[in-house]
């Protein structure tokens, strides 16, 4: 094409960009629901363990790693109980939002390895949320995950001390997918997976709160990582405090 056919042809691209950068620009953005903690509900709750506990605390030997062992935090995290009631339940809000979609928030979620442990113990995810792995152990560690929902990747990443982070991202619900260090085999965790930002880990008193609720009828879901699932139907209105508490026995 010589100089002039492309001064000819000028007035007809011009025509259709325009039209092409048009179309991108008026793509229909994402509408999401908001969470309104002035008008929702707030869902709280207490994690209660009957019957006997387990032996309690059991004793990890660290003594592979002299940096581990250092840290004399050496105890199973598998039942962790005070009066009854018991820590690192995840509790989520399975049914009941219909098509409702939530934005993700940027906020990653934090995992550490600290005194050769996860930290925390068990954590919650929005769908697409990062989630940020670190080392800030003297000493090297191993993140490694296999999730089994399609659309979750396995993934094995060795960190070296006091390094990270080391990003990633879940695209689909999955519960208590297991997190383990290969280099230390008692260093165990659990991430869960969810669509909404309703979720919460029972604190070291067993209690939980989930704030925001749009008033509805859900089914609410607690998971403890050797006792299971169980769960219940609630109803809330606007502004209402709602309780629910849940029960394990031992198995």
């Given at each position: 094409?010589?100089?002039s ?37 707030t ?11 387990p032996?309690?605390?059991?004793e990890?030997d ?31 809000i399975k049914d ?5 979609t ?19 113990h ?6 697409g ?24 990747d ?13 990003r990633?991202q ?8 297991p997190?383990?260090c ?36 859900y ?21 209402q ?11």
């Amino acid at each position: 094409m010589n100089l002039s056919q492309v001064v000819r042809a000028l007035p007809a691209l011009a025509l259709l960009l325009p039209a092409g950068c048009s179309k991108s620009a008026h793509a229909p953005a994402a509408t999401y629901t908001q969470i309104d903690e002035a008008t929702g509900a707030t869902l709280t709750g207490t994690i209660h363990y009957a019957g006997k506990p387990p032996a309690q605390p059991v004793e990890i030997d660290m003594a592979q790693d002299p940096a581990c062992s250092l840290s004399g935090a050496n105890m199973s995290e598998q039942y962790v109980l005070h009066g009854g009631a018991m820590a690192n339940v995840f509790v989520s809000i399975k049914d009941g939002l219909g098509n409702k979609t939530y934005a993700v928030t940027r906020t990653p979620v934090r995992i550490d390895q600290k005194g050769c442990r996860f930290l925390p113990h068990v954590s919650g995810a929005m769908v697409g949320q990062q989630v940020e792995f670190t080392n800030s152990d003297p000493t090297m560690h191993n993140v490694h995950m296999m999730p089994a929902a399609s659309g979750n990747d396995s993934f094995d990443v060795s960190q070296g001390p006091n390094s990270g982070p080391d990003r990633r991202q879940f695209h689909a619900p999955e519960l208590m997918i297991p997190l383990r260090c290969n280099n230390h085999p008692w260093m165990q965790a659990y991430v869960n997976v969810v669509s909404n930002p309703f979720f919460a880990v029972s604190d070291a008193q067993g209690h939980y709160t989930i704030r925001g609720l749009p008033p509805g009828t859900y089914t609410v879901v607690a998971d403890q990582e050797q006792l299971g699932q169980q769960s219940a139907t609630i109803t809330v209105a606007a502004r209402q405090s709602a309780a629910q508490d849940f029960t394990y026995t031992a198995h």
